[in-house]
């Protein structure tokens, strides 16, 4: 059986967004047979308090570079005041990756794709309520993938993520 794999990209520097992100990753691990990195548990590049003095911009590049090569799947956070920089970049990598691998027929029997979530309530309202999101980055996801939208305190958008990477699985075993 084939092992599938999944990076967890989020914003997850402050309390709220590395709670969320832990929230929502244990979920997939508990309901989906998705083997998942998610970059905050590497301590080794972010544990800030501890290793300050050791963490290099090149250190963490190389690190979740190599975990975003190997990933089937790319869960991406897409809230914040704007799509967060390393997110940004985590999203056009891999769907670069994707495009060249097709493109010139490397690891053929490697699919992926891209889940992008917007849990902000502005993101659905309209006119001057609407939030906007970079719509390079929004494109990239819609073309390799799916955008989940979520509403604050209702944690349905969770089971969307799932049944997406389940149905990725089964059709790619």
Request: glycine share 6%; charged share 25%; net charge negative.
């Amino acid at each position: 059986m084939k092992k599938f794999t999944g990076y967890f990209a989020s914003h997850f520097f402050n309390d709220a967004m590395f709670t969320w992100t832990e929230k929502v990753a244990s979920r997939i691990e508990k309901e989906t047979e998705l083997s998942l990195y998610v970059p905050q548990r590497n301590s080794s590049i972010n544990d800030k308090k501890n290793n300050d003095d050791i963490i290099t911009d090149i250190a963490i590049s190389k690190a979740d570079t190599l975990e975003l090569k190997s990933a089937n799947i790319l869960i991406a956070n897409l809230d914040g005041l704007t799509i967060d920089d390393g997110v940004s970049a985590e999203i056009m990598a891999h769907g670069v990756i994707s495009e060249m691998e097709d493109e010139y027929n490397i690891n053929t029997d490697f699919p992926r794709m891209i889940i992008g979530i917007i849990t902000d309530m502005r993101y659905a309202g309209t006119g001057d309520n609407h939030l906007y999101r970079n719509l390079m980055i929004i494109g990239k996801v819609k073309e390799h993938g799916h955008i989940v939208v979520g509403y604050p305190s209702d944690d349905s958008y969770i089971d969307e993520v799932i049944k997406l990477i389940n149905n990725f699985i089964e059709e790619h075993k």
